[in-house]
C-alpha cells in the first residue's frame, strides 16, 4: 500500500490543513463594551475585530433605525484608524453621530448607486486598512456576508452591517442566516427619568439574536455617550434600600 506521504501533492493539501487550522487556534482581537453583563456573554469578552457584525432597529419606523446606527457608531468611535461610512441614500445626520462617540474627522462618507455597488465598497473597504467599516444595507446573502467577512479577516478591521429596509417585505430577509460573528436588534426605550424637568440620557432594549460560540441575551442600556461607550441604567431609586428609605421618611 502507497504511503500517502510519498504524494507530494497530499503533503502540500495536509500542510495548508494545518497552518488554516493553527491560524484559526490564534487568540482573536476583541473591543469590549465595558459592560460586565454584555462582554460576558460575548466570546473573548467583546465583540470580535477582524470579523462581521450585524445591527438593525427593533422596529420598522425611523426611531429604531437611529438607534441602531447610533449603536454602530458608538462601536466604531472606539476603534483605531479611519471609519468608512456606506450608505446609499444620504440622510445620515453627522451631528448625531459624533455625539455618540464618532468624531466627523474620522469618518470617509462614501454615497453608493445601488445595494451592489455598496457591498463593493463595503468589502473594498474592510482590505484597505480601516479601523471599521460600516454599510447600511438591506439584503445580505450568505455568500456576500462570507466575502465580507473573509475581508474582515484579512485586514483586522470590523465591519458592520446596518440592515436598513425600504420596504416591509424586505424585512424578513433578517432573519435569513449569514456569516455575521454576531447579530444585534436595538429598540429606543423611554429615557432615564431625572429628578428635575428635562430629558435625560436615552435608553435601548438591547438584544443579542445571534453570537457565534455563545448564546443570545437582551439588556436594558443607556445609549452611547461622548466616548461611544454604553451603560447598565442605574435605577437608584428602585434599590430595596432606597425604598425602605422612602417608606420610613413617608411614616415620619
Same mark, same amino acid.
Given at each position: 500500500?502507497?504511503?500517502?506521504?510519498?504524494?507530494?501533492?497530499?503533503?502540500?493539501?495536509?500542510?495548508?490543513?494545518?497552518?488554516?487550522?493553527?491560524?484559526?487556534?490564534?487568540?482573536?482581537?476583541?473591543?469590549?463594551?465595558?459592560?460586565?453583563?454584555?462582554?460576558?456573554?460575548?466570546?473573548?469578552?467583546?465583540?470580535?475585530?477582524?470579523?462581521?457584525?450585524?445591527?438593525?432597529?427593533?422596529?420598522?419606523?425611523?426611531?429604531?433605525?437611529?438607534?441602531?446606527?447610533?449603536?454602530?457608531?458608538?462601536?466604531?468611535?472606539?476603534?483605531?484608524?479611519?471609519?468608512?461610512?456606506?450608505?446609499?441614500?444620504?440622510?445620515?445626520?453627522?451631528?448625531?453621530?459624533?455625539?455618540?462617540?464618532?468624531?466627523?474627522?474620522?469618518?470617509?462618507?462614501?454615497?453608493?448607486?445601488?445595494?451592489?455597488?455598496?457591498?463593493?465598497?463595503?468589502?473594498?473597504?474592510?482590505?484597505?486598512?480601516?479601523?471599521?467599516?460600516?454599510?447600511? /444595507? *438591506?439584503?445580505? %446573502?450568505?455568500? &456576500?456576508? #462570507?466575502? +465580507? !467577512?473573509?475581508?474582515?479577516?484579512?485586514?483586522? @478591521?470590523?465591519?458592520?452591517?446596518?440592515?436598513?429596509?425600504?420596504?416591509?417585505?424586505?424585512?424578513?430577509?433578517?432573519?435569513?442566516?449569514?456569516?455575521?460573528?454576531?447579530?444585534?436588534?436595538?429598540?429606543?426605550?423611554?429615557?432615564?427619568?431625572?429628578?428635575?424637568?428635562?430629558?435625560?440620557?436615552?435608553?435601548?432594549?438591547?438584544?443579542?439574536?445571534?453570537?457565534?460560540?455563545?448564546?443570545?441575551?437582551?439588556?436594558?442600556?443607556?445609549?452611547?455617550?461622548?466616548?461611544?461607550? /454604553? *451603560?447598565?441604567? %442605574?435605577?437608584? &431609586?428602585? #434599590?430595596? +434600600? !432606597?425604598?425602605?428609605?422612602?417608606?420610613?421618611? @413617608?411614616?415620619?
Amino acid at each position: 500500500m502507497l504511503d500517502p506521504m510519498a504524494n507530494p501533492v497530499v503533503a502540500e493539501l495536509r500542510a495548508r490543513i494545518q497552518r488554516l487550522e493553527s491560524g484559526n487556534q490564534r487568540e482573536r482581537a476583541v473591543l469590549p463594551f465595558g459592560v460586565p453583563a454584555i462582554d460576558g456573554v460575548l466570546p473573548g469578552g467583546g465583540l470580535a475585530l477582524g470579523a462581521l457584525h450585524e445591527v438593525a432597529g427593533g422596529g420598522n419606523g425611523a426611531l429604531d433605525g437611529a438607534a441602531a446606527a447610533l449603536f454602530a457608531a458608538g462601536i466604531a468611535g472606539r476603534t483605531v484608524g479611519k471609519v468608512l461610512w456606506c450608505v446609499t441614500r444620504p440622510d445620515l445626520f453627522a451631528p448625531a453621530i459624533e455625539q455618540a462617540g464618532l468624531a466627523p474627522g474620522r469618518v470617509i462618507y462614501v454615497e453608493a448607486g445601488d445595494e451592489k455597488s455598496l457591498l463593493a465598497c463595503f468589502e473594498e473597504g474592510l482590505r484597505g486598512g480601516f479601523g471599521a467599516v460600516v454599510a447600511e /444595507i *438591506a439584503r445580505l %446573502s450568505m455568500t &456576500a456576508s #462570507r466575502r +465580507l !467577512q473573509l475581508a474582515a479577516e484579512s485586514s483586522g @478591521a470590523i465591519g458592520i452591517a446596518i440592515r436598513r429596509w425600504r420596504r416591509q417585505t424586505e424585512a424578513t430577509d433578517f432573519g435569513q442566516p449569514t456569516a455575521a460573528e454576531t447579530r444585534w436588534r436595538v429598540s429606543v426605550l423611554p429615557s432615564t427619568p431625572l429628578p428635575v424637568q428635562g430629558v435625560g440620557r436615552a435608553r435601548w432594549q438591547l438584544e443579542l439574536i445571534r453570537c457565534r460560540a455563545g448564546e443570545s441575551a437582551d439588556f436594558t442600556v443607556e445609549a452611547c455617550d461622548a466616548k461611544g461607550r /454604553i *451603560a447598565l441604567p %442605574s435605577d437608584v &431609586a428602585d #434599590r430595596p +434600600l !432606597q425604598k425602605e428609605i422612602g417608606r420610613r421618611r @413617608a411614616s415620619a
